[in-house]
DNA sequence: CATGAATGAGTATTCATTCAT
DNA sequence: GATGAATGAATACTCATTCAT
């Protein structure tokens, strides 16, 4: 929720020309952390590839790891937005029919931009400004929690709690997985592994 | 599942000497990944610790990256010992008890070395050799793959590799999060978490 | 004696406007010294502590040499002042009354503004157009030559450039280290030290 | 007397090699110290001119600063070996004799390189670890109150610390003011200022 | 085999200064 | 005149790795 003070931008950023300057360097280090991996996106380099001097980096980002942050920030809202939306469209709908949206959902998000997520994900050292990284998660399991709270007349004497950490892990587990490292279960029909899925979840919320 | 050359071990380390040496390296930079994280884990750092010459850490090992690979795997292999000790155990078992002890198990293994597990999970790079990492995943993987064959009387249709990814995944991700970010969970009872994670699994496996 | 182009105001300001954006840079300048060393003293930083633009900064001003000499030169206008007045006081009286009030004059400048002084004695490298410093001992020396000019009736058979140079360097150098160095020699009383320096001076001048 | 940690040599240095290494760095900062002045002394300049490498630089001193001071004590020893070995020899001898073969040493340890000692006096920040520089001073301090103290039979009714502040200072703001700044005063015969200096200090020592 | 001195490419970061608006 | 976004040369420092002893 709040970043630390080091991840925070330097200047508001307002007027257009700035602006432009940092949305090229966002935009730059993504590029250069899909291309070239982390460990090589040094700050000249992304200012390089952002048509940007490095002193107007520092001037606008306090270092590397607020570029990366901002980069992180904006994947995690796209993914969220997602989310949020087939949220919204389930709001009214029973279990059995949201928890399929949302698998599906899930899988959608994933795959906005899969390369960078994965660099996000396998890359980025869960440390200091970025460890704020399990901020997509905290989020997805508010939000679902919340709608489980909704739709407690169709579930048993569940710990909801329990019940949203359970589904959101399952699910982004399942999904990311799926999408990085077996994207042959994806391949054709993605329909098995939203079918699978969502009856694991559906089966456990139904419980006595 | 072979690891590239490149983290080999350069000896055999037969002599009492040199597996002292190599031991007290791997040893050395476990401490001091816990201790101060990945990237202030250099070698001289470790050979310093490890009370050994610079020049001997690379004549037992390439690189770093070799060091990091010798305790991941060290790590994976004390997990996995735990959870094939458990699927030896429940052999026999019907699947609603064995979900049970493989939950409780994973938990067990995730507790090995919490603080390990933590930096392994969050700081090294899954890059170059370190890849390697998801053998722990496809170790589990297989091993309760076959579980699920000699249970196939006990399952409906299941596509098996389909289920083995959902549970093994599902079960993985739970543990992990709930041991390095959730620890609350796990308070008194540990119970709870299993129960929960355990009818997950049964729910899903007792299928149509 | 002329200080180079480089170190010149750029403009006259003889609008009050002007004038005020110039006082305002050049008492920025002094207090940042002060607070955070010369090296710390960057033209941005003075122009955001000045409440002006950088822009402006130089518009009034080369660069950061040229300001930190400003500050030199009015610290040592101030300290020649108190000077200055010391001598019209004791115009008229002889060498042992005025060597006295010469010396409490010399520490009452240097504590017009201690913590400048230090900060100016200490970390402006005497460089450039800073070499200028000694100006102050100059004008001390110039003025002292001819108060002594003025009473050599009281002096033996000396070369009064040599006696002007060995009295205001040594009273000088015994202040400036009384007040930066040994503020321990200033308490309670600040008369030892006046006595003792006066009688250093006075010792030596009326010789053989 | 205590270096702070930031100031001391990493590595003892026993070893030839490493010896040899130090010592071409501590000399090679000298001559750039006194070629390029303070400012343009980067550490890569330095090892550039040492001819080591910059890593080598960095394995026997923690930074800049820390080679600075190097320098520094070592001039430092060499001035305060000639101002030792002068008072050795005038162990005996009375105040009269003793204080003009002191001046004479002064005047002599100043001119051992004057060069440096001009840079080390007008462009090294009084800062940090660098602020030890009046080391020098206080040794000079120590040094001649116990020489006072073995004279005390010629002196009046002086305060030995006072006294000795006020003959060590002024002969050193003499000695350094004339080899830095006054070259002529030295020119042909020494002997004026060194008459001048002493005839200041014996006067005021042979007090009331 | 062991040692540790030496290497140097690579990285983050600052800051005086310019100039289009 | 005033502004402040942009510049980029320069700097301190790290660390994986080699190799002579």
Same mark, same amino acid.
């Given at each position: ?14 007027? +257009? /020309? ?6 090229? @360097? ?6 250069? =952390? $899909? ?6 996106? +040094? ?8 048509? $940007? ?11 590397? &790891? ?10 995690? /809202?796209? =993914? ?10 389930? !709001?009214?709908?029973?279990? !059995?029919?949201? !928890?399929? /949206? ?15 997520? /994965? $660099? ?13 990284? &399990? ?18 007349? &169709? =579930? ?22 799926? $999408? ?5 279960? @994806? ?8 079918? &699978? ?12």
């Amino acid at each position: 929720m709040s970043s630390s003070p080091s991840t925070m931008p330097r200047k508001k950023a307002s007027q +257009s /020309r700035s602006r432009a300057t940092v949305d090229a @360097l966002v935009e730059a280090t993504a590029r250069i =952390l $899909v291309r070239d991996g982390f460990d090589r996106a +040094s700050t000249n380099r992304i200012a390089e590839e952002a048509g $940007v001097s490095i002193g107007s980096l520092y001037q606008y980002f306090p270092g590397k &790891e607020a570029l990366v942050a901002a980069v992180l920030q904006r994947h995690n /809202r796209d =993914l969220m937005d997602v989310v949020r939306r087939a949220l919204a469209e389930i !709001a009214g709908a029973p279990i !059995a029919v949201g !928890a399929r /949206r949302l698998v599906a959902a899930a899988i959608e998000a994933h795959r906005i931009d899969p390369q960078l997520h /994965r $660099v996000l994900a396998e890359q980025i050292p869960r440390i200091g400004a970025l460890a704020e990284v &399990e901020l997509f998660h905290r989020d997805a399991y508010r939000l679902f929690r919340s709608y489980l709270e909704d739709h407690r007349d &169709e =579930l048993g004497a569940l710990d909801l709690d329990m019940a949203a950490f359970i589904c959101v892990t399952s699910v982004e587990a399942l999904t990311h997985t799926a $999408v990085i490292h077996r994207s042959d279960l @994806l391949t054709g029909a993605v329909t098995a592994l939203i079918e &699978e899925a969502s009856r694991l979840v559906t089966g456990y919320l139904r419980a006595p």
